[in-house]
Nanobody
């Protein structure tokens, strides 16, 4: 099994910065894409940013130029640096990681989600 543990988040004023991180653990064989999603009250979960194993990243239009995703493959961790935060960025942020892990019998794919961390942007 693969576990994801998120940290960071919290309350910040508009225009402020915040970062969140997500560490993967378990019998991981390899990690492919890592990403961050968010879900605001009454809205569907949406992709915020993603990063491939090769380091290529993509962002939602609403966060381009403000958010930066990065990963540390040795630490199996993905980060999201959020700058110039707006009230509309308020949501629960979830990390998502996919790859392959040792099941004890074979190497099989996994697609795991973090527990979510609250980010609130408010004055």
């Amino acid at each position: 099994q693969v576990q994801l543990v998120e940290s960071g988040g919290g309350l910040v004023q508009p225009g402020g910065s915040l970062s969140v991180s997500c560490a993967a653990s378990g019998s991981i064989f390899s990690i492919n894409a890592m990403g961050w999603y968010r879900q605001a009250p009454g809205k569907q979960r949406e992709l915020v940013a993603g990063i491939t194993s090769g380091g290529s990243s993509n962002y939602a239009d609403s966060v381009k130029g403000r958010f930066t995703i990065s990963r540390d493959n040795a630490k199996r961790t993905v980060y999201l640096q959020m700058n110039s935060l707006k009230p509309e960025d308020t949501a629960v942020y979830y990390c998502n990681v996919n790859g392959k892990y040792h099941s004890g019998i074979a190497v099989v794919p996994f697609d795991s989600w973090g527990q979510g961390t609250q980010v609130t942007v408010s004055s």
